[in-house]
């Protein structure tokens, strides 16, 4: 099994610009979890789906923020207008039942 | 609300033994375990769930107290690869298994040969 995939690996924008993070979990797996990672906030939970629809999104920051699975395999996290403090690294993780939650490489993304 | 994890940071010898805490104020379905290596995802350690719960492998094992909303993950005769940084990740009650963690802030720890 690849594990999950994200892309890009590394995003460089400016300010005001759109992102738009990818994420395919594994196969068969029916829950999907965005987190950001930062050195200030630690790694935070985002939003999460459970078979393609968000249950959980009170981690999202701001409306600027919002995320998609529109099939199974895969996921979106946007972000528009993107800032300087959305700067951090975005993982993707998934699982089945049972609990253990495998994480994507992530995306590092730098707003200047 | 975040668990409490400690020691923030430790420094053994190769060899020795360490000890990571973890504490949360809400009563938790189980408690996740990852390892994170510099520039690295975190990686999957072991998963405890409700109920006065041990597990371990190899020189690694933990243990959960549900009635202290507590677990301890127990490094014995630590190797050089176990450096890293030790996040515990708590899921609440009525999670079911496939709830979004909280992590901790984590516990840095630098294996010395």
């Known amino acids: 099994d690849a594990g999950v995939i994200q892309s890009p690996r590394h995003e460089v924008t400016e300010m005001g610009q759109e992102v738009t993070l990818r994420c395919k979990p594994i196969?068969?797996?029916?829950?999907l979890f965005w987190y950001r990672q930062t050195m200030m906030r630690g790694l935070e939970l985002l939003i999460y789906f459970n078979n393609n629809v968000p249950i959980d999104d009170s981690g999202m920051p701001e409306d600027r923020f919002s995320a998609k699975m529109p099939n199974a395999s895969f996921s979106t996290l946007k972000i528009q207008p993107s800032e300087p403090r959305d700067s951090a690294v975005y993982f993707c993780?998934?699982?089945?039942?049972?609990?253990?939650?495998?994480f994507g490489p992530g995306t590092r993304l730098t707003v200047t | 609300q975040q668990p409490v994890q400690s020691p923030q940071a430790v420094i053994l010898r190769e060899g020795e033994d360490a000890v990571i805490n973890c504490s949360s104020s809400k009563a938790l379905y189980s408690v996740h375990w990852y390892r994170q290596k510099h520039g690295e995802a975190p990686v999957f350690l072991m998963i405890?769930?409700?109920?006065?719960e041990q597990k371990g492998h190899d020189k690694i094992s933990a243990s959960f107290n549900e009635k202290k909303q507590q677990s301890s993950l127990y490094l014995t005769a630590s190797q050089l690869s176990y450096s890293g940084t030790y996040f515990c990740g708590t899921e609440r009650i009525g999670g079911g298994g496939a709830d979004g963690l909280t992590f901790g802030k984590g516990t840095h720890l630098i294996i010395q040969p």
């Open positions: 405890l769930l409700k109920g006065g």
């Open positions: 993780a998934s699982t089945s039942v049972g609990g253990e939650q495998y």
């Open positions: 196969s068969g797996h029916n829950s």
